[in-house]
């Protein structure tokens, strides 16, 4: 355990304590709480002195935190944000060191084991993933998941989290896997500001886990400011935990166990906690702890200071209520220490904080020091022999002249170099390239590494099952294929669980799961309230806890509703945690054409551009998605699958194997073979393709048509680039925005797959109009791609290229 963290292991019950214990423990959590405060001014100098370039800090929030800590056990987790130092160093879930390791930007998972120096100061995580992809065991540490800038952002998320517990417990099936969970016995903590409470996240999260009843524990840290905005702009009355009474449980209701304490009462606060948390643990009840009269002693971060907005009598309360003040003055009133013990602790912590700074200081600085002088080395040698003598010395000069180097200034010397000695062909520039070559692909690893798992569980690597068909295989709807296959998979393995809107009880609007929550049980297929974002938290939430969710969100067009929970939390969390978290969350939705403004969506280009992190699969029918839902529940990575919305009723054949085939992920399928141009399409639009080849073979022309069948991977074979090569002509087809997903595949096509290179015409684009389709049938032609559309488009580009023999229509 590291020295920091409070001892909450065998703790002797209160009533057991000799006072002198009672001190010791006192003084210990006082000597957590100065540390840690140490940290923060520590911290802002370093930042104000340029070695790191932002800092926002715990300071004021320390006497709360600890009290929280005491209550916080093995297998519990936390989903909080940027203010939780000492949570996090008391609970033994961070420490000094990496403190500042972070502060510094360490890109070294060992050093900065939260973020590997991706993530701002003070964003927290603790690694539940060992090297080779497997999860750690839950039960038996203590669990943060990763923090976000984004303040309320992670609330979804803990609703998630917190849900685990509840299904842990209630559901028999899961008792074997005690490596999450024992009987549903953790505690899902969750930390947020006063002024974040304004975020709709936070209501609809706060209002679920009141349906839900999971042990959810809120703090809200209330030092009255969200920056510079007071909290009269902020909180009717003032005062969100009044606002919230109406959600306090009463006697035959669901509800909350609503607190409040002010964060210097030191005495109040562990009580309090404990009461809270005993209860919600044994219960399973949601409790809010709305701790009130906090401070900021530095202002809300290193951007500014809170001199320009708060009146000097504000400033002057925070001074005198500052929290560790005022434990301070208690510890001497109460005769646990003297001043002179807690002057002499206070100088101890001082010593051991600015001992903890240079350490990790010295770390990364030394770590880049020895990058910085063999590059410069390799520069000077070069300039012997070099035409560019006076130039490669300036740099070098200038290289070791920096003062708090980065490897930003070691690489831009370097490419420098490489560029005005282009022209010389000698050893020493080789040498200097190669060593370039080796610190880039280091690099790219500190800084570009895991934006998936990189692992051996990623789906990538789940291997290819064809589909089998019987003689007599039976044509049925495309739902009762999804059907089957949702089916077999709830069967094979206990921890998938499907929730939305309409999910349970009538198995989703287009009937998916039809039947499923009589057979499986309603912990498993399960209805939720209309709250698309802590659909998605919930998702997140439960697949870090080891469970398989299936989050749908009803049409695609209500993704917007999620969007940033799935982008901010979801997509990034292998990237801003370095491969040390996952969430392998199953997002299913439904989308493209279908009747009006808000069910014909198909806002793939939004959702590529804000999902990198996701697989993102686009079956054209039924069957392709069962296979694509068997790959991903045997793979663990999250992904979005995005069904057609108008093929639940089309015919298709059920697989003898419908459970266990799979469709790899990012391998298009070539759906009909021709010579004339290449028209790539998924989804809805790919069937109204499939439809225009038989009138364009009559006007003499012959389309390859190909399916990608994901967009993110993009046809990892390159079927497209070496289809051009025999048609020099492309044409994509989607129903998104122009120059949104179609722009997104173009650019695979021509740019990643040297598609330009085989191409004899513009290549082009057949998308929907700039605005959403009007509802009815004439909306639907009017606005997206038509049968005619396609038809005219492919004409329209072999008769540029031969108007003798393809004489334009129109
Ligand atoms: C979604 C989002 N909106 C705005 C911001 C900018 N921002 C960062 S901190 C902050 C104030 C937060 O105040 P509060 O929730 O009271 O927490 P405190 O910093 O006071 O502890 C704001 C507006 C953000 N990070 N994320
Ligand atoms: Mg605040």
């Not at 120096?117 to 964003?123: K, L, S």
């Not at 607190?259 to 309090?272: H, I, N, P, Q, S």
């Not at 209500?558 to 801003?576: F, Q, T, W």
């Not at 044409?731 to 650019?747: F, K, M, R, T």
Request: proline share 4%; charged share 25%; aromatic share 8%.
């Amino acid at each position: 355990m590291p020295e920091t963290a409070l001892d909450n292991t065998g703790k002797p019950d209160a009533v057991e304590l000799s006072f002198d214990d009672f001190k010791g423990i006192v003084i210990n959590d006082y000597r957590v709480g100065y540390e840690s405060r140490q940290a923060s001014l520590l911290g802002r100098r370093e930042v104000l002195t340029g070695k790191a370039k932002f800092g926002i800090f715990g300071d004021g929030k320390e006497v709360a935190q600890i009290a929280m800590a005491k209550m916080f056990r093995k297998g519990d987790w936390r989903a909080g944000y940027y203010r939780d130092q000492t949570f996090m160093f008391a609970t033994g879930m961070s420490n000094l060191k990496e403190f500042f390791a972070q502060l510094y930007a360490h890109p070294d998972v060992e050093k900065d084991p939260a973020s590997g120096g991706r993530q701002m100061n003070c964003h927290y995580a603790t690694r539940f993933i060992n090297p080779d992809g497997t999860w750690i065991n839950q039960a038996e540490n203590m669990n943060c998941s990763s923090d976000m800038s984004t303040t309320g952002g992670h609330m979804p998320r803990l609703l998630g989290l917190a849900y685990a517990s509840k299904l842990y417990r209630q559901n028999q099936e899961l008792a074997g896997f005690d490596n999450f969970s024992v009987n549903g016995n953790e505690v899902a903590f969750g930390t947020l500001g006063n002024g974040s409470t304004s975020e709709g996240l936070f209501f609809e999260t706060f209002n679920a886990a009141g349906v839900l009843q999971v042990p959810m524990a809120i703090s809200i840290w209330d030092d009255a400011y969200a920056i510079s905005v007071p909290a009269k702009l902020q909180t009717t009355k003032e005062d969100i935990s009044e606002v919230l009474q109406g959600f306090q449980r009463m006697p035959g209701t669901n509800g909350y166990e609503i607190f409040k304490v002010r964060g210097w009462d030191y005495v109040a606060l562990c009580e309090t906690y404990e009461r809270a948390i005993t209860m919600c643990r044994e219960q399973h009840v949601p409790v809010l702890i709305h701790v009130t009269e906090m401070t900021q002693p530095q202002g809300h971060s290193t951007s500014g200071s809170h001199e320009r907005y708060k009146s000097k009598e504000r400033l002057a309360w925070e001074d005198e209520y500052d929290c560790l003040l005022q434990m301070r003055q208690w510890m001497i009133n109460s005769a646990i220490a003297t001043a002179e013990e807690i002057d002499e602790l206070e100088a101890a912590a001082k010593k051991h904080v600015r001992e903890c700074q240079r350490e990790a200081w010295n770390e990364i600085s030394n770590e880049i020091k020895t990058e910085l002088d063999e590059a410069s080395k390799l520069i000077d040698q070069l300039a012997l022999y070099s035409g560019k003598n006076e130039e490669l010395s300036a740099i070098t000069a200038t290289l070791r002249a920096c003062i708090d180097p980065g490897r930003k200034d070691i690489m831009e010397a370097i490419r420098k170099a490489l560029r005005i000695t282009v022209t010389e062909n000698n050893a020493e520039r080789h040498e200097l390239l190669n060593w370039y070559n080796t610190e880039n692909a280091r690099n790219k690893d500190r800084f570009n590494s895991k934006l998936f798992s990189e692992s051996p569980q990623s789906p990538l690597n789940v291997p290819v099952v064809a589909p089998e068909y019987d003689e007599d295989a039976k044509l049925l709807d495309g739902r009762e294929v999804l059907n089957a296959c949702f089916d077999a998979n709830f069967e094979r393995d206990k921890r998938i669980v499907a929730f939305g809107e309409d999910v349970g009880a009538i198995g989703d609007v287009n009937q998916g799961f039809a039947g499923l929550q009589n057979k499986y049980g309603d912990l498993r297929i399960t209805d939720t309230g209309i709250r698309e974002a802590t659909i998605i938290g919930q998702g997140v939430g439960l697949s870090i806890r080891g469970l398989r969710p299936i989050a749908e969100i009803q049409y695609m067009d209500y993704l917007l509703y999620s969007i940033n929970v799935l982008s901010d939390d979801l997509a990034s969390l292998s990237y801003r945690t370095s491969g040390g978290q996952k969430a392998p969350l199953i997002v299913r939705t439904r989308g493209h054409r279908l009747e009006g403004i808000w069910h014909s969506g198909s806002p793939m280009g939004l959702i590529l551009n804000s999902m990198r992190g996701l697989h993102i699969c686009v079956p054209r029918n039924m069957t392709q998605a069962a296979g694509m839902y068997n790959t991903l529940l045997r793979g663990e990575e999250p992904a979005l699958v995005v069904e057609c919305l108008n093929g639940y009723r089309l015919k298709e054949k059920l697989p003898a194997n419908v459970g266990e085939f799979t469709v790899p992920l990012g391998k298009a399928e070539v759906l009909k073979e021709g010579s004339d141009i290449t028209v790539v399409s998924y989804g809805s639009t790919l069937r109204i393709v499939m439809e225009a080849v038989d009138e364009l073979e009559k006007l003499g022309i012959n389309i390859e048509v190909i399916d990608p069948q994901t967009l993110y991977p993009f046809d990892t074979d390159n079927a497209c680039g070496k289809s051009l090569g025999k048609t020099n002509k492309l044409l994509v087809v989607d129903e998104d925005l122009p120059g949104a997903g179609s722009a997104y595949i173009l650019q695979k096509i021509v740019e990643n797959q040297n598609g330009y290179y085989h191409l004899d015409s513009q290549p082009r684009t057949l998308t929907a109009k700039d605005h959403r389709p009007p509802y009815g049938s004439d909306g639907d032609y009017f606005s997206k791609p038509s049968l005619d559309d396609v038809i005219e488009t492919v004409y329209g580009m072999m008769s540029e290229s031969n108007p003798t023999k393809y004489p334009a229509i129109y």
